[in-house]
């Protein structure tokens, strides 16, 4: 891998930043309101995923008198007032680092809503790192494929040069419709038994990653 990435396509929630409890918090807030059972943090890991309405019915949330936008509200109400507290994951700051060293351009790529997501990133001090930020028009957090087809446009992202850094299945099935490469780092939202399950590289921590970019860094 070392040497051939010009672009690193990074996934925002769970990848840069350290939101998993937060999540779980917010998550475990809905569902008291509802009497359901509470998640820990290794269920959570195991059940949560795209498409968010799937998510919501395995945890016994009756979907059908709910509307998406309304548990997507609910949701956010919460996660939004703690996400300013949340932190980069450990591993991030250095990986960043050592990818514009190697003079890889770098962008972000999320389901969030793209004025959350860029005042969440201007907030954890890692704005200059990336020449764009790509979130959704929406809270609904669904599938990112079509922002990410007209990031790649935009910037005339190359597949074969193209590294994509996340941490969900979803992650990957994004970057297998846009036909570049991803590495799933299991510190997020998603189990390494799970991301696993879905045949891509699978690392477990971002130290893992600085070999691909170590080789081309300048002196």
């Known amino acids: 891998m070392a040497g051939r990435w010009d672009a690193v396509v990074w996934d925002f929630n769970g990848t840069l930043v350290d939101d998993v409890d937060l999540a779980l918090s917010s998550i475990n807030r809905m569902l008291s309101r509802r009497d359901l059972p509470q998640l ?7 059940v949560f995923g795209f498409p968010l309405i799937e998510y919501y019915r395995k945890l016994g949330v009756d979907v059908s008198r709910e509307t998406p936008q309304d548990l997507a509200d609910e949701f956010h109400d ?4 703690g996400l300013p507290s949340c932190t980069l ?11 514009a060293r190697a003079g890889a351009r770098q962008f972000i790529l999320s389901a969030l809503e ?8 201007a907030h954890l001090g890692i704005a200059d790192s990336f020449a764009a930020v790509y979130g ?7 599938s990112k494929l079509a922002r990410g087809q007209e990031l790649f446009a935009s910037y005339r992202l190359g ?14 099935e994004v970057a297998g419709a846009l036909g570049v490469e991803v590495a799933l ?20 921590s971002f130290r893992e990653l600085a070999g691909d970019f170590s080789s081309q860094s300048a002196p």
């Open 136 to 142: 959704l028009n929406h809270r609904l957090g669904d």
């Open 114 to 121: 793209e004025g959350e997501l860029r005042r969440a990133v």
């Open 185 to 204: 780092v299991a510190q997020g939202h998603q189990s390494a038994a799970r991301l696993r399950a879905c045949g891509p590289r699978v690392v477990e």
């Open 89 to 99: 994951q450990d591993g991030v700051r250095d990986l960043l680092d050592l990818a």
């Open 159 to 172: 597949a074969a040069t193209t590294l994509f850094i996340g941490d969900m299945d979803h992650d990957a």
């Open 78 to 81: 919460g996660y939004l007032a």
């Open 40 to 46: 820990n943090r290794d269920v959570y890991r195991n």
